[in-house]
């Protein structure tokens, strides 16, 4: 009668588990899940139905699988297959650390599987478990020197712990092998190149990598990259010469200078962004990005006039783009075009009607023109889009100041952009101005003096502070700064005319 029930239980759950992958087959999970609840009903210690319930719950009930997983490692000790699910469930979960004690209950198992090794490594890096990482990929690098990835994955663990020069000596391992495409040697020493931008203490590395580079090869990325790192170090000839070897070889390849003049612009390098456009534009004249990195670097250097030729060009080659629009637009402001330059601000306004930095800018203008009633207006809207722009407050503010109304306001608005920017020396000069209306003079004069300070003399500030100073009664202090103020801009009679008077 015993054998005959267990004959009984044993087809039942024989019976359950045929269903389940019926179901299974036929992609009815939920039924199959619930068939297969039944069976470990009757019999909840069967390995093979509980790992087949664990797999169904995977994707929808993923904690309940690793219990289920857990229980049969329990059952049947650290066994491969289950031990991988669960790694990978616990990662798809976010519990890396768990992942990684996983896996290492894996290696333990199989202590010699580099893979599985590696793999581990990978977990430990993204759990920013740096120095385990090491370890590891250490031991991989004992037992095969040769072995590329692993030194790969070394050299970015280093990068991950900011330590470029260690990860140096990784990379200058790789790119001695000669069978390391010359792509992935040229990448690395890209990174380093870019980096150096930021971190100039990483521009010998640079160099040294291109320069074992350029012995092996003619390839003219090369011979940009050292063109680019003679520029930083200030080698113009050698800088130019390079240039002039790739738009020999490399004439079609205009990507690669509008990769390099944006990577100098974006770091505001202007200068060295406009020695790389002016070689790229005598062989792509008709590009549109290398007539707007060039023409927006040399606007960024107050060489307005010469940047109106490049800026036009781009807004000829693009009309519907929107910073070339609005950077032409400010050039022609700058050199007192200012007809023009409202209509091309118009132009970006009919694509970007809520641009709040082009009816800035477009206000700024006609407040220029002392058309101050437009001027207002759009200050006003500007304000509306976005009440705390900081250079929109400081603008308006500073208008204010000049004219010598709502001062109050005013003083609210520049707070406003030096809380945003208390190092901007615009901003800064603004608000001194702003409290040498309202009589404080002697906030006045600290804040200009800061202004100084922070963004070097220029002949408005020195006006400014000089005339702070001849109000806190020092006349020949203030005297002093108008003077220099007067050599700076020599255009400016109104500080001329004080210098003549003594007086304000």
């Given at each position: 009668m015993h054998k005959m029930l267990l004959n009984l239980i044993h087809k039942k759950v024989e019976y359950y588990d045929l269903l389940a992958d019926i179901y299974n087959y036929g992609n009815d999970k939920e039924s199959a899940i619930k068939t297969l609840e039944q069976a470990l009903k009757i019999d909840s210690l069967n390995i093979e139905l509980n790992y087949k319930i664990a797999r169904l719950y995977e994707e929808n009930k993923p904690v309940k699988a690793i219990n289920i997983y857990n229980r049969l490692l329990d059952q049947l000790g650290p066994e491969w297959s289950i031990l991988t699910r669960v790694a990978e469930l616990q990662e798809k979960l976010g519990n890396i650390d768990e992942a990684i004690n996983t896996l290492k209950r894996l290696l333990s198992i199989a202590p010699s599987n580099i893979q599985l090794k590696k793999m581990v490594i990978e977990y430990l890096f993204r759990a920013k478990r740096y120095d385990e990482a090491l370890s590891l990929v250490d031991e991989v690098i004992e037992l095969f020197p040769y072995d590329m990835e692993a030194r790969e994955t070394k050299a970015k663990i280093f990068l991950a712990k900011d330590n470029w020069e260690k990860a140096a000596e990784e990379f200058s391992y790789i790119m001695a092998q000669p069978d390391v495409d010359l792509e992935t040697k040229v990448s690395i020493g890209a990174n380093y190149f870019n980096k150096s931008i930021t971190d100039s203490t990483l521009l010998p590395i640079a160099k040294s990598f291109f320069q074992e580079l350029d012995r092996d090869t003619t390839d003219w990325q090369i011979k940009m990259y050292l063109g680019a790192i003679a520029l930083s170090e200030k080698e113009d000839s050698i800088a130019i010469e390079n240039f002039k070897y790739v738009t020999k070889n490399a004439n079609w390849n205009v990507a690669a200078w509008i990769r390099l003049g944006g990577l100098y612009f974006d770091n505001r390098k202007y200068d060295?962004?406009?020695?790389?456009?002016?070689?790229?534009?005598?062989?792509?004249?008709?590009?549109?990005?290398?007539?707007?990195?060039?023409?927006?670097?040399?606007?960024?250097?107050?060489?307005?006039?010469?940047?109106?030729?490049?800026?036009?060009?781009?807004?000829?080659?693009?009309?519907?783009?929107?910073?070339?629009?609005?950077?032409?637009?400010?050039?022609?402001?700058?050199?007192?075009?200012?007809?023009?330059?409202?209509?091309?601000?118009?132009?970006?306004?009919?694509?970007?009607?809520?641009?709040?930095?082009?009816?800035?800018?477009?206000?700024?203008?006609?407040?220029?023109?002392?058309?101050?009633?437009?001027?207002?207006?759009?200050?006003?809207?500007?304000?509306?889009?976005?009440?705390?722009?900081?250079?929109?407050?400081?603008?308006?503010?500073?208008?204010?100041?000049?004219?010598?109304?709502?001062?109050?306001?005013?003083?609210?608005?520049?707070?406003?952009?030096?809380?945003?920017?208390?190092?901007?020396?615009?901003?800064?000069?603004?608000?001194?101005?702003?409290?040498?209306?309202?009589?404080?003079?002697?906030?006045?004069?600290?804040?200009?003096?800061?202004?100084?300070?922070?963004?070097?003399?220029?002949?408005?500030?020195?006006?400014?502070?000089?005339?702070?100073?001849?109000?806190?009664?020092?006349?020949?202090?203030?005297?002093?700064?108008?003077?220099?103020?007067?050599?700076?801009?020599?255009?400016?009679?109104?500080?001329?005319?004080?210098?003549?008077?003594?007086?304000?």
């Open positions: 060295d962004a406009e020695v790389v456009m002016n070689e790229a534009v005598i062989s792509f004249p008709e590009d549109f990005y290398v007539n707007l990195i060039l023409g927006l670097s040399l606007a960024q250097q107050s060489k307005h006039k010469e940047a109106e030729k490049y800026l036009k060009k781009s807004t000829i080659l693009n009309p519907k783009d929107v910073t070339a629009l609005s950077a032409y637009a400010f050039t022609l402001s700058q050199i007192k075009e200012d007809d023009k330059a409202i209509y091309y601000l118009d132009r970006a306004l009919e694509i970007e009607p809520d641009n709040v930095q082009l009816i800035g800018t477009l206000a700024m203008i006609y407040n220029s023109i002392k058309k101050f009633e437009l001027s207002d207006s759009l200050y006003e809207k500007a304000l509306e889009l976005a009440p705390d722009d900081p250079l929109i407050n400081n603008n308006y503010s500073y208008s204010f100041a000049t004219r010598g109304i709502q001062l109050e306001r005013a003083l609210e608005m520049v707070k406003i952009s030096v809380k945003a920017d208390s190092l901007n020396s615009s901003y800064l000069d603004t608000i001194g101005w702003v409290y040498f209306m309202l009589g404080n003079f002697k906030e006045a004069k600290f804040y200009l003096e800061k202004a100084i300070e922070t963004g070097g003399e220029s002949a408005v500030m020195l006006d400014h502070l000089g005339d702070a100073e001849f109000k806190l009664d020092n006349s020949s202090k203030a005297i002093e700064l108008w003077k220099k103020a007067i050599k700076m801009d020599p255009t400016k009679t109104e500080i001329q005319n004080k210098i003549d008077k003594g007086a304000i």
